[in-house]
């Protein structure tokens, strides 16, 4: 009868009710096979507190240190700019204005893939595996924090599709503790990345979550267009350390960044970078740790135990063939 109807109505009514409310409510678990993007998400979260899916985000300034850093081992010798856009018809559309300084663009998919790294002026529309892209603009400040700026205040925006991005309901918690333990695993010997541009290129997933909890967001080597990057293993701040290489011939520049045992910039710390460094006699470079204001491109850790980050931007090949390895040669 009709009540009966009624009655079954409201029971299924709350039923799926109830059901959508428990869902809604529960946080997805993390393993191997998500970790990824689940740090992936945690990253795309810190920029969302900052705007970013509304807006396009600049930092004006450098990162912050510690841990109040958006993301995990940021680079010291470029501003940011970051958008999280929805993808239309599968593909991102932007552009690189004209200007005096580096600038490139960075398209990390949802799963912390860097799909795309484009450098130098001009319109870009690319495809993208996931439905959200996040774009992180990096422009140089090899002449000055006007010039960057000036650089900055030139993107335009107008293609993309911002408010749309809804975070998925990770244990970010968790994500915490795999990111620790992960980064941790690397310590202990030199680390390079690679950084496989989509899925489907991932031949090691282990290797691929060690690079995401390192890392996340970094560039895959591509000669004279990309960058590669390195790390070297922690060390203390007790001794005098210094490493000399040959000249890494980056199309763009190079640069030499401590962190400390997190992988998160120290306060007070500045990079090196082959726009100021002085080079020996023979050509080669020597970058020092804790060895004074007089040695040779000295990095003062500030009494932080460190690792330090090798950025090749526009990575050459005789990088990528091993022939320069500073982050091995440390006395």
């Known amino acids: ?78 501003l940011y700019s970051v958008v999280i856009t929805e993808t239309v018809d599968g593909n991102v559309r932007f552009s690189i204005p004209e200007s005096d300084v580096y600038m490139a663009v960075q398209v990390v998919t949802e799963g912390g893939h860097g799909e795309h790294y484009v450098v130098g002026a001009g319109d870009y529309d690319l495809p993208v595996e996931t439905r959200f892209a996040f774009l992180i603009y990096r422009t140089g400040m090899e002449k000055s924090f006007d010039a960057a700026h000036a650089a900055q205040d030139k993107i335009s925006t107008d293609t993309f599709k911002f408010g749309t991005y809804k975070l998925p309901n990770y244990d970010f918690d968790e994500v915490e503790k795999w990111t620790k333990r992960l980064t941790a695993e690397t310590q202990g010997k030199p680390f390079e990345y690679t950084f496989p541009r989509t899925s489907s290129d991932v031949t090691d997933l282990h290797q691929w979550n060690l690079e995401n909890a390192n890392g996340w967001g970094g560039s895959s080597p591509d000669v004279n267009v990309a960058n590669m990057y390195t790390n070297s293993i922690l060390l203390g701040a007790d001794k005098c350390l210094a490493t000399t290489f040959d000249d890494p011939e980056s199309k763009y520049f190079t640069s030499v960044t401590a962190y400390d045992k997190d992988r998160y910039l120290i306060d007070g710390v500045k990079h090196v970078s082959s726009y100021t460094w002085k080079k020996n006699p023979d050509g080669t470079i020597t970058v020092s740790f804790n060895c004074g204001d007089d040695a040779a491109n000295n990095i003062d850790t500030k009494g932080h135990d460190f690792s330090f980050t090798m950025r090749y931007y526009g990575v050459s090949q005789k990088v990528i063939d091993g022939k320069v390895t500073p982050e091995k040669t440390l006395k």
Do not use: C
């Not at 507190?49 to 841990?67: C, F, Q, S, T």
């Open 1 to 78: 009868n009709k009540d009966m109807k009624l009655s079954i109505f409201a029971v299924l009514a709350s039923l799926i009710f109830f059901s959508t409310t428990s869902l809604a409510g529960e946080t997805i678990s993390i393993t191997e096979e998500n970790y990824a993007s689940a740090e992936t998400a945690r990253n795309y979260r810190n920029w969302l507190k900052l705007g970013a899916n509304r807006e396009i985000v600049h930092m004006r300034e450098l990162p912050p240190r510690g841990k109040a850093a958006p993301t995990v081992q940021m680079n010291d010798d470029t």
